[in-house]
């Protein structure tokens, strides 16, 4: 059975694995990075977070690790469970259970990870970005009077940038938009401070069009370990601005399920995320 690898936040337990009875000789960090290096060998990771016990249980520690791939995040608690690793002692690993009065609403990744994804899924020759049109849309306005004392209402930095990312492999596009607004002050910014603030704008834009870009791919993987791409085109309402600026400037077309063998695989750094609740499973 194909399974899919959307370009979201996994959220799901079946991509989350519990993982305790960690020795509390080595620090949280050397931990993390033992972990890291033993579970990436059966998928590309998302997420690998380090907890001490609590004050009632023996010194020690436990872990959350999330996969993008369900596969994975089972070949991995399969292999793993009551096994040493990378200690003297075995450490248990079951995949997730979480609380589910509350329904979490899937998270798109931001344009890092997403490349990330990509990448991994891909390869790095495997997909490429271009930019449509990237313009400012600032309404800067300058006083005629330095010395009027009458405050200008706030005004803000505007940059909109349209993009594709394209897949040759899968004669695959998915057009993107960003639309990004900062607000300045120009009387207390500065010449240099505006222009540092004009270049973070510009490159903001960009990276949230190249991660809706992203949201609009479904990655396929069949059984046989091919890789395939969907293309689903959002639904989302698109901002009228983004929807003007936008017309008549993208085509795209797209021959979905075209299968691709290559993979490539990519160091992850983990970033901190929000606490969870998670409910470790009983103890045998």
Request: with cysteine.
């Amino acid at each position: 059975m194909a399974e899919l690898v959307p370009f979201a936040v996994p959220i799901e337990r079946d991509k989350t694995l519990l993982v305790w009875e960690l020795s509390s000789g080595p620090t949280a960090e050397a931990l993390h990075h033992s972990l890291f290096t033993a579970f990436s060998q059966f998928g590309l990771l998302y997420s690998v977070r380090v907890f001490p016990n609590a004050a009632v249980a023996h010194p020690g520690f436990y872990a959350v690790i999330k996969f993008y791939s369900a596969r994975a995040a089972c070949r991995a608690q399969k292999a793993c469970d009551r096994k040493q690793l990378f200690q003297k002692s075995p450490v248990k690993v079951r995949l997730g259970t979480r609380h589910q009065a509350v329904q979490h609403q899937a998270l798109a990744l931001n344009s890092s990870r997403c490349q990330e994804l990509a990448n991994y899924y891909f390869g790095f020759n495997g997909w490429s970005k271009r930019i449509i049109k990237l313009q400012e849309l600032s309404d800067l306005e300058e006083r005629e009077n330095e010395d009027s004392m009458v405050p200008l209402p706030k005004q803000s930095l505007k940059f909109f940038c349209a993009l594709e990312v394209m897949l040759p492999a899968y004669d695959c596009r998915s057009p993107g938009v960003g639309l990004v607004e900062e607000p300045v002050d120009k009387v207390e910014e500065g010449p240099l401070s505006l222009l540092m603030k004009r270049k973070t704008a510009q490159k903001l834009a960009i990276q949230k069009a190249l991660s809706d870009a992203f949201q609009k791919l479904l990655i396929v993987v069949l059984e046989s370990g091919k890789i395939a791409v969907e293309y689903r085109p959002s639904e989302d309402i698109i901002d009228v601005r983004c929807e003007e600026e936008l017309h008549g400037l993208i085509q795209v077309h797209c021959s979905p399920w075209k299968q691709y063998g290559q993979e490539e695989e990519e160091y992850l750094s983990d970033f901190s995320l929000e606490e969870e609740e998670f409910r470790l499973p009983e103890l045998d």
